[in-house]
């Protein structure tokens, strides 16, 4: 099992930056891929950026390339995503996710933990 919590989300006007963070507990040995997704109501859960156990590799939406930025740090089990150029579109609740996988994945069924989300709210 992995236990997930997110901090950092907050009210920001468009333009500009907020950081999210995930610290992982629990199992954390070994591969395990995680994600930033994201979830307005009535919509289905979207992946924002991920990335994998293997080579770090990361992908992002292409709805926030080039202004969000996602990296992880397999020693202190965080995981993180800088935020900039924040625009309205981008308020959602966000979650971390993580599974047991060498290769992250952008569908979030394919992740067995999910921490409890934080909101992130963008004023136009």
């Known amino acids: 099992q992995v236990q997930l919590v997110e901090s950092g989300g907050g009210l920001v006007q468009a333009g500009g930056s907020l950081r999210l963070s995930c610290a992982a507990s629990?199992?954390?040995?070994?591969?395990?891929?995680m994600g930033w997704f994201r979830q307005i109501p009535g919509k289905e859960r979207e992946s924002v950026a991920r990335?994998?156990?293997?080579?770090?590799?990361?992908s992002y939406a292409d709805s926030v390339k080039g202004r969000f930025t996602i990296s992880r740090d397999n020693a202190k089990n965080t995981m993180k995503l800088q935020m900039n150029s924040l625009k309205p579109e981008d308020t959602a609740v966000y979650y971390c996710?993580?599974?047991?996988?060498?290769?992250?994945?952008?569908?979030?069924?394919?992740?067995?933990?999910w921490g409890q989300g934080t909101q992130v709210s963008v004023s136009s």
């Open positions: 629990g199992r954390t040995d070994g591969p395990v891929s």
């Open positions: 996710e993580a599974r047991y996988d060498p290769y992250s994945s952008s569908s979030s069924s394919a992740y067995a933990f």
């Open positions: 990335i994998s156990w293997l080579k770090g590799t990361t």
